[in-house]
């Protein structure tokens, strides 16, 4: 079993539609980062949370450590949100170690 | 200014030959992390350093040597590339205590 688990694995939606995508770990962490891969392959950090919830313009990371699980939201979804999202939890064995969900492709159409 | 830089963004060579792939950092960031995205765009860690050390040293072939002069450069030197390293190789940092992480634009590279 992976240690992380991201889902859906790929979301479909029209423009404007509220999206969420989940990541559920097995591991302890101390912190989760969602990130963002574009189609051109570069990758942008959103967020790191290690508890509550974050926004940023709109989007909107949430975290329950005791569930162990974590959700990003976009609202008022727009075709340039279409990218890979991608959950990283933040293990720390000694130092600290990023691990990764598969991803979850997520198209916007207009 | 490139928070996280990587040179170079593509490199093609041949089976057998070593290259290096290069990474700076200007954040102060005192962690610095090297990846591998596969063919099925799949991130895993492959090393991690925290002030000039190593940290992390996933299950890599020792073909493959990171190298770190100083906090703001890690280095990744690969021995007699083989098909199978074909892949974006990623850069990045944080600052240890848990931070958010930034990314180089990733090198592709292709072993032919």
């Known amino acids: 079993k992976n240690e992380v688990e991201q889902s859906p694995q790929n979301l479909t939606a029209q423009e404007g539609e509220f999206i969420t995508i989940n990541c559920s770990y097995s591991v302890g962490i101390s912190a989760l980062h969602w990130l963002q891969q574009h189609p051109g392959g570069g990758i942008v950090s959103l967020f790191m949370l290690s508890s509550g919830k974050k926004k940023h313009g709109r989007l909107i990371a949430t975290i329950n450590i005791q569930e162990k699980h974590s959700s990003l939201h976009i609202t008022a979804s727009h075709p340039r949100d279409s990218a890979v999202y991608i959950c990283?939890?933040?293990?720390?064995?000694?130092?600290?170690?990023?691990?990764f969900g598969q991803g979850t492709r997520l198209t916007i159409n207009p | 200014d490139t928070a996280v830089s990587q040179t170079p963004k593509y490199l093609v060579t041949q089976m057998g030959n070593d290259k290096s792939i290069k990474c700076e950092q200007n954040?102060?960031?005192?962690?610095m992390y090297w990846y591998k995205q596969d063919s099925k765009k799949f991130l895993k860690i492959m090393f991690s350093?925290?002030?000039?050390?190593?940290?992390i040293n996933e299950t890599v072939p020792n073909r493959f040597s990171p190298k770190s002069p100083d906090k703001a450069h890690l280095n990744l030197h690969i021995n007699s590339l083989e098909l199978g390293d074909s892949a974006v190789y990623f850069c990045?940092?944080?600052?240890?205590?848990?931070?958010?992480?930034?990314f180089g634009q990733g090198t592709r590279l292709t072993v032919v």
């Open positions: 350093y925290n002030n000039k050390e190593l940290i």
């Open positions: 954040l102060g960031h005192d962690t």
């Open positions: 990045a940092s944080s600052q240890e205590g848990g931070s958010r992480a930034f």
């Open positions: 990283a939890p933040l293990i720390i064995q000694g130092a600290q170690k990023l691990v």
